[in-house]
């Protein structure tokens, strides 16, 4: 099954973020989305493979 979070960032705090990310899931990460809202917060979607049904 497949489980998208989510996590708001700063600009500068995006690669600790996406690092916390990848050390969590490793390689049953799958997709890492950035997105800028109009006032310049970042989403970051991380979806990964979740090995519970």
């Given at each position: 099954?497949?489980?998208?979070?989510?996590?708001?960032?700063?600009?500068?705090?995006?690669?600790?973020?996406?690092?916390?990310?990848?050390?969590?899931y490793?390689?049953?990460?799958?997709?890492?989305?950035?997105?800028?809202?109009?006032?310049?917060?970042?989403?970051?979607?991380?979806?990964?493979?979740?090995?519970?049904?």
């Amino acid at each position: 099954m497949r489980i998208t979070l989510k996590r708001k960032a700063f600009l500068e705090e995006i690669p600790k973020v996406v690092e916390e990310l990848v050390k969590e899931y490793g390689s049953s990460l799958k997709v890492l989305t950035i997105e800028e809202d109009e006032k310049g917060c970042y989403t970051i979607w991380a979806t990964y493979e979740s090995s519970t049904s």
